[in-house]
């Protein structure tokens, strides 16, 4: 199970385009030490071969398979954006930025899947006002 940090969650996003949030994703996980700066444009180039939106208003962005030797550490970042932003005509509203060592990110995204299945969590999420109260609902799921 990865650890969520305060740092690693953006409260209160905006957006223009999926493109500019996949970045914003790509570079909180750069910040945060989780990837190679070159990571973002396999993010990019992962969702133009297919969609990150998985519905319920939240979208996954990683990296492509080839990208794995850009992961320094396996890690997660959130991003909240209450506006909204379209994926492929799809309002995404929370965006979790993911890189996973060796199969690691198999386990994240179950992870987030158990979170993101419940449309009410993802409002709870989506309406959150600290980064603490996600970090909370996140935990509530994954350890019930």
Do not use: W
């Amino acid at each position: 199970m990865v650890l969520l940090k305060k740092e690693d969650i953006l409260l209160k996003q905006n957006y223009s385009d999926k493109k500019a949030a996949i970045t914003a994703a790509g570079e909180k996980l750069v910040e945060q030490g989780y990837v190679a700066e070159s990571y973002i444009e396999k993010m990019i180039e992962r969702d133009t071969l297919t969609t990150t939106f998985i519905g319920n208003m939240v979208a996954i962005p990683h990296g492509t398979d080839d990208s794995k030797h850009m992961i320094h550490k396996s890690g997660i970042v959130i991003l909240q954006v209450p506006e909204g932003v379209e994926f492929e005509g799809n309002q995404v509203k929370l965006i979790i930025g993911i890189a996973g060592i060796e199969n690691e990110h198999l386990d994240m995204l179950s992870q987030i899947a158990l979170v993101c299945s419940d449309i009410e969590k993802v409002e709870q999420l989506v309406s959150a006002n600290s980064e603490m109260e996600m970090i909370e609902l996140f935990k509530e799921e994954v350890t019930a």
